[in-house]
T-cell receptor, first 114, second 108 residues
Framework: SAVISQKPSRDICQRGTSLTIQCQVD?????MFWYRQQPGQSLTLIAT?????????ESGFVIDKFPISRPNLTFSTLTVSNMSPEDSSIYLC???????????FGPGTRLLVL | GIQVEQSPPDLILQEGANSTLRCNFS?????LQWFHQNPWGQLINLFY?????KQNGRLSATTVATERYSLLYISSSQTTDSGVYFC??????????WGAGTKLIIKP
Protein backbone atom coordinates (compact mmCIF):
# COMPACT_ATOMS: atom_id res chain seq x y z
CA SER A 1 0.00 0.00 0.00
CA ALA A 2 0.96 3.67 -0.09
CA VAL A 3 -0.08 6.72 1.88
CA ILE A 4 -0.18 9.92 -0.14
CA SER A 5 -0.60 13.48 1.01
CA GLN A 6 -1.27 16.54 -1.10
CA LYS A 7 -0.91 20.24 -0.43
CA PRO A 8 -2.89 22.42 -0.59
CA SER A 9 -6.15 20.57 -0.05
CA ARG A 10 -8.05 23.42 -1.68
CA ASP A 11 -7.44 26.89 -3.02
CA ILE A 12 -9.23 29.77 -4.67
CA CYS A 13 -7.10 31.61 -7.19
CA GLN A 14 -7.39 34.56 -9.54
CA ARG A 15 -7.16 34.05 -13.26
CA GLY A 16 -3.72 34.54 -14.71
CA THR A 17 -1.91 33.30 -11.62
CA SER A 18 -0.19 29.95 -11.04
CA LEU A 19 -0.55 27.32 -8.32
CA THR A 20 1.90 24.57 -7.40
CA ILE A 21 0.47 21.38 -5.92
CA GLN A 22 2.68 19.09 -3.89
CA CYS A 23 2.39 15.31 -3.62
CA GLN A 24 4.27 13.33 -0.97
CA VAL A 25 4.35 9.53 -0.75
CA ASP A 26 5.37 7.51 2.31
CA UNK A 27 7.48 5.10 0.26
CA UNK A 28 9.73 5.20 -2.78
CA UNK A 29 7.86 4.72 -6.05
CA UNK A 30 9.01 4.68 -9.63
CA UNK A 31 6.05 6.32 -11.30
CA MET A 32 3.71 9.00 -10.09
CA PHE A 33 0.61 10.07 -11.99
CA TRP A 34 -1.21 13.39 -12.09
CA TYR A 35 -4.93 13.47 -12.87
CA ARG A 36 -7.53 16.15 -13.35
CA GLN A 37 -11.17 15.63 -12.46
CA GLN A 38 -13.48 18.34 -13.71
CA PRO A 39 -16.78 18.86 -11.87
CA GLY A 40 -19.07 15.86 -12.26
CA GLN A 41 -16.63 14.11 -14.60
CA SER A 42 -14.35 11.12 -14.54
CA LEU A 43 -10.59 11.30 -14.16
CA THR A 44 -8.31 12.38 -16.97
CA LEU A 45 -4.61 11.59 -16.89
CA ILE A 46 -2.46 14.70 -17.27
CA ALA A 47 1.00 13.16 -17.18
CA THR A 48 3.22 10.44 -15.81
CA UNK A 49 6.22 11.58 -13.76
CA UNK A 50 9.31 9.42 -13.46
CA UNK A 51 12.22 10.38 -11.26
CA UNK A 52 15.21 11.57 -13.23
CA UNK A 53 13.41 12.13 -16.52
CA UNK A 54 10.94 14.53 -18.01
CA UNK A 55 7.28 13.88 -17.46
CA UNK A 56 5.26 12.24 -20.22
CA UNK A 57 2.17 14.27 -21.08
CA GLU A 58 -1.10 12.98 -22.44
CA SER A 59 -2.77 14.40 -25.49
CA GLY A 60 -4.23 17.82 -24.75
CA PHE A 61 -1.81 18.64 -21.93
CA VAL A 62 1.45 20.53 -22.41
CA ILE A 63 4.46 21.20 -20.24
CA ASP A 64 4.13 24.98 -20.46
CA LYS A 65 0.68 24.82 -18.89
CA PHE A 66 1.31 21.97 -16.43
CA PRO A 67 5.02 21.82 -15.56
CA ILE A 68 5.90 18.87 -13.33
CA SER A 69 8.87 18.25 -11.11
CA ARG A 70 10.00 14.89 -9.72
CA PRO A 71 13.13 15.56 -7.67
CA ASN A 72 13.15 12.22 -5.84
CA LEU A 73 11.28 8.94 -5.47
CA THR A 74 8.79 10.19 -2.85
CA PHE A 75 7.82 13.66 -4.06
CA SER A 76 6.38 15.46 -7.07
CA THR A 77 4.84 18.82 -7.87
CA LEU A 78 2.34 19.89 -10.50
CA THR A 79 1.99 23.56 -11.41
CA VAL A 80 -1.14 24.89 -13.04
CA SER A 81 0.08 27.96 -14.91
CA ASN A 82 -1.71 31.06 -16.13
CA MET A 83 -4.97 29.77 -14.73
CA SER A 84 -8.41 30.35 -16.19
CA PRO A 85 -11.83 29.38 -14.80
CA GLU A 86 -11.72 26.27 -17.01
CA ASP A 87 -8.89 24.98 -14.83
CA SER A 88 -11.26 24.70 -11.87
CA SER A 89 -11.03 20.99 -11.00
CA ILE A 90 -9.82 18.48 -8.50
CA TYR A 91 -6.19 17.57 -9.13
CA LEU A 92 -5.08 14.17 -7.87
CA CYS A 93 -1.78 12.40 -7.71
CA UNK A 94 -1.50 8.65 -7.61
CA UNK A 95 1.11 5.93 -7.43
CA UNK A 96 1.21 2.25 -8.10
CA UNK A 97 1.58 0.31 -4.90
CA UNK A 98 4.78 -1.64 -4.48
CA UNK A 99 4.04 -5.29 -5.04
CA UNK A 100 0.26 -5.15 -5.20
CA UNK A 101 -0.43 -3.66 -8.65
CA UNK A 102 -3.17 -1.33 -7.43
CA UNK A 103 -3.17 2.43 -7.66
CA UNK A 104 -3.39 4.64 -4.62
CA PHE A 105 -4.61 8.20 -4.69
CA GLY A 106 -3.94 11.28 -2.70
CA PRO A 107 -6.88 13.20 -1.19
CA GLY A 108 -6.86 15.66 -4.08
CA THR A 109 -6.52 19.42 -4.41
CA ARG A 110 -9.74 21.31 -5.09
CA LEU A 111 -8.98 24.33 -7.21
CA LEU A 112 -11.40 27.13 -7.98
CA VAL A 113 -10.29 29.83 -10.40
CA LEU A 114 -12.22 33.08 -10.41
CA GLY B 1 -8.17 3.35 -27.93
CA ILE B 2 -9.92 1.25 -25.33
CA GLN B 3 -13.44 2.36 -24.41
CA VAL B 4 -14.80 1.80 -20.91
CA GLU B 5 -18.54 2.06 -20.33
CA GLN B 6 -20.27 1.89 -16.98
CA SER B 7 -23.92 1.36 -16.20
CA PRO B 8 -26.15 2.57 -14.80
CA PRO B 9 -24.95 6.19 -14.66
CA ASP B 10 -27.05 6.87 -11.57
CA LEU B 11 -28.60 4.65 -8.94
CA ILE B 12 -30.75 5.57 -5.95
CA LEU B 13 -31.48 2.85 -3.42
CA GLN B 14 -32.91 2.44 0.02
CA GLU B 15 -30.58 1.37 2.80
CA GLY B 16 -30.37 -2.42 2.95
CA ALA B 17 -30.89 -2.98 -0.77
CA ASN B 18 -28.50 -4.85 -3.03
CA SER B 19 -27.05 -3.49 -6.27
CA THR B 20 -25.03 -4.54 -9.29
CA LEU B 21 -22.82 -2.14 -11.22
CA ARG B 22 -21.47 -3.06 -14.63
CA CYS B 23 -18.31 -2.16 -16.55
CA ASN B 24 -17.82 -3.05 -20.21
CA PHE B 25 -14.52 -2.59 -22.00
CA SER B 26 -13.82 -2.72 -25.71
CA UNK B 27 -10.51 -4.58 -25.87
CA UNK B 28 -8.23 -6.91 -23.95
CA UNK B 29 -6.72 -5.28 -20.90
CA UNK B 30 -3.87 -6.03 -18.51
CA UNK B 31 -5.98 -5.47 -15.48
CA LEU B 32 -9.13 -3.85 -14.15
CA GLN B 33 -9.71 -1.97 -10.95
CA TRP B 34 -12.82 -0.73 -9.14
CA PHE B 35 -12.66 2.47 -7.11
CA HIS B 36 -15.04 4.27 -4.80
CA GLN B 37 -14.94 8.06 -4.61
CA ASN B 38 -16.66 9.28 -1.47
CA PRO B 39 -18.63 12.53 -1.33
CA TRP B 40 -15.47 14.33 -0.11
CA GLY B 41 -13.54 13.29 -3.20
CA GLN B 42 -11.25 10.63 -1.76
CA LEU B 43 -10.64 7.73 -4.14
CA ILE B 44 -10.28 4.29 -2.59
CA ASN B 45 -9.28 1.20 -4.48
CA LEU B 46 -11.85 -1.55 -3.92
CA PHE B 47 -10.62 -4.37 -6.11
CA TYR B 48 -7.79 -5.21 -8.42
CA UNK B 49 -9.48 -7.86 -10.53
CA UNK B 50 -8.20 -8.70 -14.04
CA UNK B 51 -10.25 -11.90 -13.96
CA UNK B 52 -12.22 -14.10 -11.62
CA UNK B 53 -14.13 -13.20 -8.48
CA LYS B 54 -13.10 -11.46 -5.27
CA GLN B 55 -15.01 -10.61 -2.14
CA ASN B 56 -14.39 -8.09 0.60
CA GLY B 57 -17.13 -7.91 3.19
CA ARG B 58 -20.35 -6.72 1.62
CA LEU B 59 -18.65 -6.04 -1.70
CA SER B 60 -17.68 -8.49 -4.36
CA ALA B 61 -16.52 -8.23 -7.95
CA THR B 62 -16.38 -10.52 -10.94
CA THR B 63 -14.47 -9.97 -14.16
CA VAL B 64 -15.06 -12.10 -17.24
CA ALA B 65 -12.09 -11.07 -19.34
CA THR B 66 -13.06 -13.17 -22.36
CA GLU B 67 -16.39 -11.33 -22.56
CA ARG B 68 -14.89 -7.95 -21.60
CA TYR B 69 -17.00 -7.02 -18.64
CA SER B 70 -16.83 -6.72 -14.91
CA LEU B 71 -19.53 -6.53 -12.24
CA LEU B 72 -19.41 -4.96 -8.80
CA TYR B 73 -21.94 -6.24 -6.27
CA ILE B 74 -22.91 -4.30 -3.17
CA SER B 75 -25.08 -6.13 -0.67
CA SER B 76 -27.04 -4.70 2.26
CA SER B 77 -26.23 -1.12 1.22
CA GLN B 78 -25.37 1.46 3.85
CA THR B 79 -25.48 5.24 3.57
CA THR B 80 -21.68 5.24 3.70
CA ASP B 81 -21.67 3.37 0.38
CA SER B 82 -22.87 6.53 -1.33
CA GLY B 83 -20.52 8.12 -3.82
CA VAL B 84 -19.27 7.42 -7.30
CA TYR B 85 -17.97 4.01 -8.34
CA PHE B 86 -15.39 3.97 -11.11
CA CYS B 87 -14.08 1.15 -13.20
CA UNK B 88 -10.61 1.64 -14.71
CA UNK B 89 -8.66 -0.61 -17.02
CA UNK B 90 -4.92 -0.63 -17.43
CA UNK B 91 -3.11 -0.31 -20.67
CA UNK B 92 0.67 -0.10 -20.99
CA UNK B 93 2.91 1.55 -18.41
CA UNK B 94 0.36 1.30 -15.61
CA UNK B 95 -1.79 4.05 -17.11
CA UNK B 96 -5.48 3.69 -16.34
CA UNK B 97 -8.41 4.38 -18.64
CA TRP B 98 -11.48 5.37 -16.67
CA GLY B 99 -15.17 4.83 -17.12
CA ALA B 100 -17.59 7.68 -16.52
CA GLY B 101 -18.66 6.22 -13.18
CA THR B 102 -21.88 5.20 -11.48
CA LYS B 103 -23.24 7.67 -8.96
CA LEU B 104 -24.82 5.77 -6.10
CA ILE B 105 -27.08 7.37 -3.51
CA ILE B 106 -28.19 5.28 -0.55
CA LYS B 107 -31.16 6.76 1.31
CA PRO B 108 -31.63 6.05 5.02
Amino acid sequence: SAVISQKPSRDICQRGTSLTIQCQVDSQVTMMFWYRQQPGQSLTLIATANQGSEATYESGFVIDKFPISRPNLTFSTLTVSNMSPEDSSIYLCSVEGSGDETQYFGPGTRLLVL
Amino acid sequence: GIQVEQSPPDLILQEGANSTLRCNFSDSVNNLQWFHQNPWGQLINLFYIPSGTKQNGRLSATTVATERYSLLYISSSQTTDSGVYFCAVERDNYQLIWGAGTKLIIKP
